[in-house]
């Protein structure tokens, strides 16, 4: 006997909506059942890992902190993924990103004025779309698989990142450490809201919204649904599937390198060997989990940031590895992806000699 899998020939747009729920209700389950074998408590980790991080002002704000590189890195990627155009190298634009932005602070320390941060951001944004121009033009130009090449480029641009802050861009003051000269004060992004967080994070909202009303309400967002459903009537339509991938691809590269600038100007304020505790990955499962909308993708950030300052205290008070936050969010992303394919397909069992039996819908 073997299983298939079946197209529905309509889903219910209710459980579409409910997925996600359902998702992070399975992923906390099985968080759970991980504590319980490790030998804790489970309603205890559950507590720690989820729901503390926003008891506390220091935690929350960290939460904040964490979410803003991963909504603006999702945001461009839904882009991506609702044009069909499979960005998996976020994570190598954010930090290409972050070195061009970091050419005026590092190269350039005695020029400090007004114009300073807008044109690291400027500088950020055009490092990203850059490096995530290279797959897709292989795609457009030799047909090659982005999927392949724009993760490659991952190991290449956190190779390069390695090189310059142990070679030519380590602080000449630093006593040899591998790091940048610390970023002056012209470089570094702002506190708000009496510094509870950065310029960040509203700067990050406000792009989701902009991106959510292009998406919904102009030419280009329908543009970018209709290639993704159907490239086919697209090209009837008067829409370039290759143009489009280049435009999605360099607006992705573009919102990936901004939040690497934002982060080296923010948070650190200066380069480091690594400066993303996997950002451009993480970003992905936030893409899904908010249903490839910039407002979901909000509330999916915030929540995969909680996978991050919860993970580290669990480590701290009930001595558990640190790794199971990344265990927590591939055990999320499967469940989505799951509750999604579930939703779309029916299972079918076939046997040997053809006979079928159909499963319960799910």
């Given at each position: 006997m073997r299983i298939e899998l079946v197209k529905r020939k309509e889903h219910s747009q209710m459980m579409a909506?409910?997925?996600?729920?359902?998702?992070?209700?399975?992923t906390a389950l099985a968080a759970g059942i991980i504590f319980s074998i490790s030998g804790h408590n489970p309603l205890v980790g559950l507590y720690k890992f989820f729901i503390e991080p926003l008891t506390q002002q220091w935690s929350f704000e960290a939460t904040i902190d964490k979410a803003?590189?991963?909504?603006?890195?999702?945001?461009?990627?839904?882009?991506?993924?609702?044009?069909?155009?499979?960005?998996?190298?976020?994570?190598g634009q954010f930090v290409i990103g972050a070195l061009?932005?970091?050419?005026?602070?590092?190269?350039f320390p005695s020029f400090e004025n007004a114009a300073t941060l807008p044109l690291m951001l400027i500088f950020g944004a055009i490092g990203g779309a850059l490096w995530a121009l290279v797959p897709a033009l292989l795609k457009t130009r030799f047909n090659t698989n982005e999927i392949l090449t724009s993760?490659?480029?991952?190991?290449?641009?956190s190779l390069v990142l390695d090189y310059l802050v142990r070679g030519p861009w380590r602080d000449p003051d630093g006593y040899n450490f591998p790091e940048s000269r610390i970023f002056s004060d012209a470089a570094t992004l702002p506190e708000v809201f009496g510094g509870a967080m950065s310029l960040s994070a509203p700067i990050t909202i406000l792009i989701a919204i902009i991106?959510?009303?292009?998406?919904?309400?102009?030419?280009?967002?329908?543009?970018?649904?209709?290639?993704?459903?159907?490239?086919?009537a697209g090209s009837f339509a008067g829409f370039s599937a290759k143009g489009l991938t280049l435009f999605s691809f360099a607006l992705a590269g573009a919102l990936a390198g901004l939040a690497g600038t934002m982060e080296v100007s923010g948070a650190l304020n200066q380069l480091l060997p690594s400066i993303s505790p996997g950002y451009g990955f993480t970003a992905i499962i936030v893409a899904f989990l908010g249903r490839l909308n910039p407002i979901g993708i909000i509330i999916a950030g915030f929540v995969l940031a909680?996978?991050?300052i919860g993970g580290e205290?669990?480590?701290?008070?009930?001595?558990?590895?640190?790794?199971?936050?990344?265990?927590i969010q591939g055990l999320l992303l499967f469940f989505v992806?799951?509750?999604?394919?579930?939703?779309?397909?029916?299972?079918?069992?076939?046997?040997?000699?053809?006979?079928?039996?159909?499963?319960s819908h799910v």
């Open positions: 909506m409910l997925s996600p729920l359902i998702a992070v209700a399975l803003t590189p991963l909504i603006l890195i999702a945001c461009g990627l839904s882009v991506c993924y609702l044009s069909n155009n499979w960005n998996i190298g976020a994570e061009f932005g970091s050419i005026l602070p590092v190269l993760l490659m480029l991952v190991y290449v641009a991106l959510a009303i292009v998406l919904a309400k102009t030419l280009k967002g329908f543009e970018i649904r209709v290639m993704g459903e159907s490239p086919r909680l996978s991050y205290g669990v480590q701290s008070a009930m001595g558990v590895t640190n790794e199971i936050a990344s265990v992806l799951a509750c999604d394919t579930l939703i779309l397909y029916r299972i079918r069992f076939v046997s040997r000699h053809g006979s079928q039996g159909e499963a």
